[in-house]
Structure formats: C-alpha cells, structure tokens
C-alpha cells in the first residue's frame, strides 16, 4: 500500500509505503515552489508531481524517491487542473487551464534516474486541445468555491510513435441532455 500527502515544506511531498507489514515514509523534495497536484500509478509505483508554476511535472519512484523523469509541460506558468497515469503506467496525461491534455509517453523502467535538476528526459508528447477551455478532464476533482465543474469525458487518437496533435473521435457530457449541443461525434 501506498499513501501520498504534501509534506510540511513548500514543494515536498510525504510517502508512505507499507510491504508485507514493512512500512517506510520519506519525504521528497519535488518542486522548489508548492506542489498542486499529484497522482499515483495504479501499482503504487509511481508518483507523478506538478508545482504551482505548471511547467514541470516530475515523475518519481515511490519504493527510493528517485527522480526518474522531468516533463516539461509548456514554458508557460498554467494551473494544472489533473495528473493521470495510464493504467500500465506508459502514458501520463496532464490538463491545465490552458485548454489542453499533455500526454507524455513515460520511460520509467530503465532504472536509470535523472539526477540533475536541468536534464530533461526524452519523451514523445501528444497533444489534444479543448476548446472553449474547460475543466472536464478531472480523474480528481478540486474545484475552487464560485466554480462549476462539469462531467464528463473525450475520446481521441493519437500516433504513439511520431506523437503531435491528437484527434478527437468523440466527447460526452453526462450532465447535459442527450439531444444537447454539447454533444460532439
């Protein structure tokens, strides 16, 4: 079992892992201002971070807190709405208030580490965009008091070798009637 929560300092985040009644707990420092965001692998074995600023996403390893990649979002500050891992943990999809979805193809089984703060780590990168900007991209769910937040869903493609633009092949709106306008195929 695995368990994540922010740490006592600004940018740092607290994991417990527990392993056949062996419990660890470690601290990592993840981002030098404050965490907004962070998710867990569906195995616990991976903890992807991203920091107020929006640029970077970092992925660690939950079991030695290594640094394994660095993902460079945009050079934009944004507000990262979401972070999710695929279920096999090759992807990472990342929303913002930007108006779009970041997936990054995730290199993490090498056991190599980044260990210097200004190595970024190769990754292809799709990209899928939503217009208006919206937050309907939520696999967790923060919504300031004064916001709505509307459910639902898009289904896209996209090349996982060459990368670039995703297309979008269908997007639902659970909220809405089924006649609505809000519903694109």
């Given at each position: 079992?695995v368990?994540?929560?922010?740490?006592?300092?600004?940018?740092?985040?607290?994991?417990?892992?527990?392993?056949?009644?062996?419990?660890?707990?470690?601290?990592?420092?993840?981002?030098?201002?404050?965490?907004?965001?962070?998710a867990?692998?569906?195995?616990?074995?991976?903890?992807?971070?991203?920091?107020?600023?929006?640029?970077?996403?970092?992925?660690?390893?939950?079991?030695?807190?290594?640094?394994?990649?660095?993902?460079?979002?945009?050079?934009?500050?944004?507000?990262?709405?979401?972070?999710?891992?695929?279920?096999d943990?090759?992807?990472?999809?990342?929303?913002?208030?930007?108006?779009?979805?970041?997936?990054?193809?995730?290199?993490?089984?090498?056991?190599?580490?980044?260990?210097?703060?200004?190595?970024?780590?190769?990754?292809?990168?799709?990209?899928?965009?939503?217009?208006?900007?919206?937050?309907?991209?939520?696999p967790?769910?923060?919504?300031?008091?004064?916001?709505?937040?509307?459910?639902?869903?898009?289904?896209c493609?996209?090349?996982?070798?060459?990368?670039?633009?995703?297309?979008?092949?269908?997007?639902?709106?659970?909220?809405?009637?089924?006649?609505?306008?809000?519903?694109?195929?």
């Open positions: 079992m368990l994540v929560c922010l740490g006592s300092d600004k940018g740092e985040v607290r994991v417990e892992v527990e392993h056949y009644g062996l419990s660890t707990s470690r601290l990592i420092k993840a981002h030098n201002s404050d965490v907004a965001c962070f867990l692998s569906n195995d616990g074995r991976l903890l992807a971070t991203a920091s107020t600023k929006g640029t970077l996403v970092r992925v660690f390893d939950t079991s030695d807190g290594r640094l394994l990649q660095e993902l460079r979002r945009g050079s934009e500050e944004a507000e990262i709405h979401s972070l999710c891992f695929s279920s943990a090759e992807w990472l999809a990342v929303s913002s208030n930007k108006g779009t979805i970041h997936v990054f193809s995730l290199d993490t089984g090498s056991g190599s580490s980044v260990t210097d703060g200004s190595q970024e780590a190769e990754q292809k990168i799709v990209l899928f965009r939503i217009f208006p900007p919206s937050k309907v991209f939520c967790s769910i923060s919504v300031p008091s004064g916001q709505w937040l509307s459910f639902g869903f898009y289904r493609k996209f090349d996982p070798i060459a990368g670039g633009e995703m297309t979008q092949m269908d997007c639902r709106n659970f909220l809405q009637p089924l006649d609505s306008d809000y519903i694109i195929v």
